[in-house]
């Protein structure tokens, strides 16, 4: 049981670059999330999905896609990087609970992704 | 969205000392948990505590879900708690949306 894999852990990319950021969990966890943290500040949801097929934009979605085709995999695309998307940015799946929605998260490694 | 304030936000303590992290929300969560982040980034999951009251060794957590708050204990601290600790939580009417707080960064020195 690897709980949730992100790869790669790092990237340089160069502005107007693009790339995927790949997070796969083997918990058979409805919810899936992606967040980014930003150097000295806590972690700020960029999109999160409730299942396969459904996604939803969080709090700072601009940059980014996502899809959700099974349960185990919620890719994150970067079409056009630029300097402001340096960042490192965490996957994460939790269950859900009858009367309780979302339970305890769980979270990947992270990728450290530096657009220069 | 919530508001998630955690405060302190810094915190020195010598090795041995006891303390308290506090942690507001501005709307009542439903899944409340706490992380510590280590010095290599790493997210560790502490407690999942939507309400009540836990204890995992020398951590306990309480969550006064009613008042909209929730407390992290750590007790005869170690310099291998240092690092940064977050509070998040999300409405239970939408629950996929989890707010994360700025975190309170704990230095225990040897």
């Known amino acids: 049981n690897a709980g949730v894999t992100q790869t790669p852990k790092f990237r340089i990319l160069k502005i107007g670059q693009s790339m995927t950021l790949q997070c796969t969990q083997d918990?058979?966890?409805?919810?899936m999330y992606w967040y980014r943290q930003d150097p000295g500040m806590g972690l700020k949801l960029i999109y999160y999905?409730?299942?396969?097929?459904?996604?939803d934009k969080g709090e700072v979605p601009n940059g980014y896609n996502v899809s959700r085709s099974t349960t185990e995999d919620f890719p994150l695309r970067l079409e056009l990087a630029a300097p402001s998307q340096t960042s490192v940015y965490f996957c994460?799946?939790?269950?859900?609970?009858?009367?309780?929605?979302?339970?305890?998260?769980?979270f990947g490694q992270g990728t450290r992704l530096t657009v220069v | 969205g919530i508001q998630v304030e955690q405060s302190p936000p810094d915190l020195i303590l010598q090795e041995g000392a006891n303390s308290t992290l506090r942690c507001n929300f501005s709307?009542?969560?439903?899944?409340l948990q706490w992380f510590h982040q280590n010095p290599w980034g790493q997210l560790i999951n502490l407690f999942y505590?939507?309400?009540g009251t836990k204890q995992n060794g020398r951590l306990s957590a309480t969550t006064v879900a009613t008042e909209r708050y929730s407390l992290l204990y750590i007790s005869s601290s170690q310099t291998t708690d240092s690092g940064v600790y977050f509070c998040?939580?999300?409405?239970?009417?939408?629950?996929?949306?989890?707010?994360f707080g700025d975190g309170t960064t704990l230095t225990v020195k040897p």
């Open positions: 994460a799946s939790s269950s859900t609970a009858p009367g309780q929605g979302a339970t305890e998260a769980f």
């Open positions: 918990m058979n966890h409805n919810y």
């Open positions: 999905s409730v299942g396969a097929g459904i996604t």
């Open positions: 709307d009542s969560v439903n899944n």
């Open positions: 505590i939507p309400s």
């Open positions: 998040a939580g999300a409405l239970w009417t939408n629950a996929g949306k989890s707010t």
